[in-house]
């Protein structure tokens, strides 16, 4: 059971992740007030549940999934909405990044 709550904790940290990320674009250098709060408050909030996965869950395996998903869901995001791009190949990528956070957790 602990090694469930880990990786739930460590899922909810990966998204946590992409809001710090996405955020800290937003502050435009920590002069925005509220994009930096939330910068920092998702940050403490993704280390210390990246922290908790790791003392059950491997270390690698946990900070590739950590930042698998927060990669996968920052680019995402920032896609949708027009930030970046969208092609064919960033799609590609993007599914080669969620395809080895899933196989980490069935190796794992």
Known sequence: MEVVMSWIVLVVSGFLEAVWALALGRSHGFTRLVPTVVFAL?????????AFAMRRLPVGTSYAVWTGIGAALTVTISTLTGQEP??????????????????????A
């Open 42 to 50: 998702a940050l403490v909030a993704s280390m210390a549940g990246l």
């Open 86 to 107: 969208v092609s064919a190949m960033r799609i590609v990528f993007l599914a080669m990044i969620v395809g080895g956070v899933v196989g980490l957790k069935f190796v």
